[in-house]
């Protein structure tokens, strides 16, 4: 799954930018991508980058120093970057854009790992900012940013896990959350969970023939039984499964 970059440097940079702006920031927008399901498990700081062999996601390259910026278009692995349409980015391989206006977001896909079709979007128009924006009235509350289409931050997350090499929910539960991670060669250790109230069952598709699945949680109490490349799960409300595949 990508490793997310996070640059100290580009702080200051978006502290300006969210009070002129109010785009997603950094943190808000990983954070929304996330919950859509986004495999965003891993951060790597700037200085750090050569360790990373695989892809990057870059939130909101606009923020960062120029030297950080060509290090990120230098890397040679897959770079994801999402900012705004006016971001001073070179042209993408692929790309997804929320609209056409300058400060509305586009995802933006560098060297793909893969051959993907990325998910169908309709256009919407800039959403304009409130002429008064209160601060929130506790700190559990968000700050008021610039509307962001949800449908457009799922297609981006749906995206993000179809360019990776990641586990995928291939029977349209929209409440699963899947959290994998290579424990032995051979080995996946996948957190499965489930955000709804009631119970799922998801399938999952490794992308690659499974042998053998342990279950290493309480739940379910029955052997899952693989087909093919897929295997299926009952998970229970608000709860999670964990599986050795």
């Known amino acids: 799954s990508p490793t997310v970059l996070w640059s100290e440097a580009a702080l200051e940079t978006e502290f300006g930018d969210y009070v002129e702006h109010r785009t997603l920031t950094r943190h808000k927008l990983c954070t929304k991508l996330t919950f859509h399901g986004a495999p965003l498990h891993c951060v790597v ?53 929320e609209g056409d206006g300058p400060e509305q977001l586009c995802l933006r896909v560098y060297r793909p790992a893969k051959q993907v079709a990325l998910p169908a979007v309709t256009p919407g128009p800039q959403a304009e900012l409130a002429d008064e ?20 931050l799922r297609a981006c997350a749906q995206a993000l896990t179809a360019l990776s090499d990641v586990p995928q929910v291939v029977n349209g539960v929209a409440e699963a959350r899947v959290l994998a991670y290579e424990t032995a060669p051979g080995w996946v250790r996948v957190l499965i969970g489930n955000e709804a109230y009631w119970y799922t069952q998801p399938q999952l598709d490794f992308g690659r023939e499974i042998l053998e699945v342990r279950i290493a949680s309480h739940f379910p109490g029955k052997p899952i039984v693989p087909s093919g490349t897929t295997l299926a799960t009952r998970v229970p409300p608000r709860g999670m499964v964990v599986l050795d595949v």
């Open 45 to 97: 700081r700037p200085e750090h980058l050569g360790v990373v062999t695989d892809a990057l996601f870059v939130p909101r390259p606009e923020l960062l120093p120029e030297a950080e910026l060509q290090a990120v278009l230098a890397h040679p692995g897959m770079v994801v970057a999402m900012g705004r349409n006016d971001a001073p980015l070179p042209p993408a391989d692929l790309t997804l854009a």
């Open 133 to 152: 924006r209160p601060d929130p009235p506790s700190y559990i509350c968000d700050l008021y940013f610039r509307p962001t289409s949800e449908d457009f």
